[in-house]
């Protein structure tokens, strides 16, 4: 399995993932355009796109899949209680590239996708664990709180997304943010903030997680230094070597390295 973050934060998230069989995205949060373009860095067209599984509607995860998934008569996949607002941002797609799925596993190509719902303040939003040739890997943003039941899910990723959003203080003293939308932020059904990302790589690792990506960083309230200092130094205290235990990569906006899982 061959995995690339192509673009991660509120400007856009959007994962390549790539077996023997299959070419997937998880979620199309730049325009069609940007998407092609960063594909295309791979080698990849738009038209071996198998599918698209959407994680929510929100647009940094959205942007782009109307125009995508049209052109290129690209399967969407959501989940069942995600469709009546995705539908809100579909105007061209043909309903018979509509997918929904359940709790239950799927199947594409070779790949297999377990979604599990996350808190969000989104109609409906879920994270993925996606499993070939017994390697598995999971994506996890969009949350304001991670549940033992989320981080079963998870247990036994070789690779994980997951969310570092922010980091609390600097969102409490951001002068540009009103209080509402700190309070968003922090809520349940918010984002996770560094400290958060840091208790459950802990738990990760202790259950087999290779390596972290922190994902999904705010660009006001967090920086890749600070993310990756603050989950070391946590995970340090609780006696995880990071770079022997674990590894830290930091997701931004531009294409992360090509993740091998074989
Ligand atoms: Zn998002
Ligand atoms: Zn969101």
Not at 21 to 41: H, N, P, Q, T
Request: proline fraction near 2%; charge should be neutral; aromatic fraction near 6%.
């Amino acid at each position: 399995m061959k995995i690339v973050n192509l673009s991660s934060g509120s400007e856009g998230n959007l994962t390549y993932i790539e077996t023997s069989e299959a070419k997937i995205l998880v979620d199309a949060g730049l325009s069609c355009k940007e998407i092609e373009l960063r594909l295309s860095l791979l080698g990849v067209s738009g038209e071996e796109i198998d599918a698209i599984i959407v994680s929510h509607e929100h647009s940094d995860h959205t942007k782009g899949i109307d125009v995508f998934c049209s052109k290129h008569n690209t399967k969407i996949y959501a989940h069942i209680d995600e469709w009546p607002a995705l539908n809100k941002k579909l105007f061209k797609v043909n309903p018979l590239q509509k997918y929904s799925f359940t709790a239950a596993p799927f199947n594409i190509k070779d790949i297999t996708v377990t979604a599990f719902k996350v808190p969000h303040d989104s109609v409906c939003c879920v994270g993925f664990t996606i499993e070939n040739n017994y390697k598995k890997i999971s994506i996890c943003t969009d949350l304001g709180t991670i549940s033992d039941n989320i981080l079963q899910n998870i247990y036994g990723s070789q690779l994980v997304f997951l969310e570092a959003n922010h980091d609390v203080q600097m969102l409490k003293n951001n002068i540009r943010y009103c209080a509402s939308l700190k309070q968003r932020i922090l809520s349940s059904r918010g984002h996770l903030s560094n400290l958060d990302s840091a208790k459950a790589i802990q738990q990760l690792v202790k259950n087999g997680t290779k390596r972290v990506v922190l994902s999904h960083l705010s660009k006001e309230n967090n920086n890749a230094t600070l993310a990756y200092e603050t989950v070391k130094t946590i995970l340090t205290n609780n006696g995880i070597v990071v770079g022997e235990d674990v590894e830290i990569d930091v997701a931004s906006t531009m294409p992360s390295k090509i993740y091998k899982l074989s």
